[in-house]
């Protein structure tokens, strides 16, 4: 007995010794993919605010690289059919490796170093990308490129540290809304194209909102676009079914150029109770939504494997699940928010951010354009 124990002990031992020496050799396989991923990162260039302005991690020839190898359809609609603009295409996201901000835990303006990206917009004509700290350290951000070169402008500096989970444009009133939260419950916020044009990037000083609209029936804002005088504000639910709700803004009276809906209750100062106008579900880990002509986008994504590209006619609305999708197109990982704008479709990715970036997967630290003809195949 005492033979067969000793037996038993010893085969547990070596299962033991070979399973310690696959996990190791795979950490240490780990270990030196990422270590190769970061000795071809492009060199650190940085702007005078200390911002970095080079691409994170690819060169331009690498990145196009991969994406016809990993995929191909994208890499198509990007690419190989002519853009209806260039405005946006392959716009470097800055700040990615530095980025000037607000320390809560020294309480002083410092570097962060995992700014992550997650909405897109363009406004005017500037390009807009909104960024949390990974660590949850520094204020959040907004980046503001100039559309048509690409070229870093200047920083803002949000207050506090709101995940930013999306960003619009109202052409009509010249507004600019973000996704925030408010005692607890979801709020957009807005600030106008003048108080962008004019904001000191050198003071630090967080931007002043010109409206603060409490959504409590959404519990968590993470997708916005602007369609037709009304604002889209998608709920991200990680389990389970999301929600999108649409909001008219105001063109007349006191409200104008803001939120207005059947009943609006002030509770203190511009701050306002909202109800949304009408109501769909929507598929879960929804993360950015576009409308444009009478096509509906949404976004999907969730971990590191690919994205979801979901595109649906108007018509579904009412049913925005995935049977009554159009179609569905696979994009690489960590797709945030997307953007509709004459006849592209531009795409912001996570992965660029420290956080997210694995040495597995396509890392994007450029806006993806695409030719929203293209992806149905015309």
């Given at each position: 007995?005492?033979?067969?124990?000793?037996?038993?002990?010893?085969?547990?031992?070596?299962?033991?010794?070979?399973?310690?020496?696959?996990?190791?050799?795979?950490?240490?396989?780990?270990?030196?993919?990422?270590?190769?991923?970061?000795?071809?990162?492009?060199?650190?260039?940085?702007?005078?605010?200390?911002?970095?302005?080079?691409?994170?991690?690819?060169?331009?020839?690498?990145?196009?690289?991969?994406?016809?190898?990993?995929?191909?359809?994208?890499?198509?609609?990007?690419?190989?059919?002519?853009?209806?603009?260039?405005?946006?295409?392959?716009?470097?996201v800055?700040?990615?490796?530095?980025?000037?901000?607000y320390?809560?835990?020294?309480?002083?303006?410092?570097t962060?170093?995992?700014?992550?990206?997650?909405?897109?917009?363009?406004?005017?004509k500037?390009?807009?990308?909104?960024?949390?700290?990974?660590?949850?350290?520094?204020?959040?951000?907004?980046?503001?490129?100039d559309?048509?070169?690409?070229?870093?402008?200047?920083?803002?500096?949000?207050?506090?540290?709101?995940?930013?989970?999306?960003?619009?444009?109202?052409?009509?009133?010249?507004?600019?809304?973000?996704?925030?939260?408010?005692?607890?419950?979801?709020?957009?916020?807005?600030?106008?194209?003048?108080?962008?044009?004019?904001?000191?990037?050198?003071t630090?000083?967080?931007?002043?909102?010109?409206?603060?609209?409490?959504?409590?029936?959404?519990?968590?804002?993470?997708?916005?676009?602007?369609?037709?005088?009304?604002?889209?504000?998608?709920?991200f639910?990680?389990?389970?079914?999301?929600?999108?709700?649409?909001?008219s803004?105001?063109?007349?009276?006191?409200?104008?150029?803001?939120i207005?809906?059947?009943?609006?209750?002030?509770?203190?100062?511009?701050?306002?109770?909202?109800?949304?106008?009408?109501?769909?579900?929507?598929?879960?880990?929804?993360?950015?939504?576009?409308?444009?002509?009478?096509?509906?986008?949404?976004?999907?994504?969730?971990?590191?494997?690919?994205?979801?590209?979901?595109?649906?006619?108007?018509?579904?609305?009412?049913?925005?699940?995935?049977?009554?999708?159009?179609?569905?197109?696979?994009?690489?990982?960590?797709?945030?928010?997307?953007?509709?704008?004459?006849?592209?479709?531009?795409?912001?990715?996570?992965s660029?951010?420290?956080?997210?970036?694995?040495?597995?997967?396509?890392?994007?630290?450029?806006?993806?354009?695409?030719?929203?003809?293209?992806?149905f195949?015309?």
């Amino acid at each position: 007995m005492k033979k067969r124990g000793k037996i038993i002990f010893r085969i547990i031992l070596i299962i033991a010794l070979i399973s310690g020496i696959g996990a190791g050799g795979y950490c240490a396989y780990e270990w030196w993919q990422d270590q190769e991923m970061q000795k071809g990162r492009p060199d650190l260039v940085k702007d005078k605010d200390g911002t970095n302005i080079n691409a994170s991690w690819h060169k331009y020839s690498e990145y196009q690289k991969e994406l016809r190898q990993k995929y191909p359809f994208i890499n198509k609609a990007s690419n190989y059919v002519p853009p209806r603009t260039w405005d946006g295409k392959d716009a470097i996201v800055p700040g990615l490796v530095t980025t000037k901000s607000y320390n809560f835990s020294n309480k002083k303006f410092d570097t962060a170093h995992a700014m992550t990206p997650q909405g897109i917009t363009v406004a005017g004509k500037y390009l807009l990308i909104t960024a949390y700290d990974g660590e949850h350290k520094h204020a959040s951000v907004i980046y503001v490129l100039d559309k048509k070169t690409g070229k870093y402008l200047k920083t803002i500096q949000i207050k506090g540290k709101p995940h930013l989970g999306g960003i619009a444009y109202d052409p009509v009133a010249k507004n600019i809304w973000i996704t925030g939260s408010m005692g607890g419950v979801s709020a957009l916020m807005s600030f106008s194209m003048k108080t962008l044009k004019n904001y000191n990037d050198k003071t630090h000083i967080p931007i002043k909102y010109d409206n603060q609209i409490s959504i409590p029936t959404i519990e968590r804002a993470s997708a916005l676009t602007y369609y037709d005088n009304q604002l889209f504000v998608g709920f991200f639910n990680m389990y389970g079914r999301g929600r999108v709700a649409s909001y008219s803004i105001s063109r007349s009276g006191k409200n104008k150029g803001t939120i207005t809906n059947n009943e609006i209750k002030a509770v203190t100062g511009n701050v306002s109770w909202s109800d949304p106008n009408g109501e769909t579900s929507m598929d879960k880990q929804i993360q950015g939504i576009a409308i444009y002509d009478d096509k509906i986008f949404l976004s999907q994504s969730y971990g590191s494997g690919d994205s979801k590209l979901y595109i649906f006619p108007s018509t579904a609305i009412n049913a925005l699940d995935e049977k009554n999708a159009e179609k569905v197109i696979d994009m690489p990982p960590y797709l945030e928010q997307i953007t509709a704008y004459k006849g592209q479709l531009l795409c912001l990715f996570e992965s660029g951010s420290k956080i997210y970036a694995k040495p597995h997967i396509l890392v994007m630290d450029r806006v993806l354009s695409l030719n929203i003809n293209a992806l149905f195949g015309n």
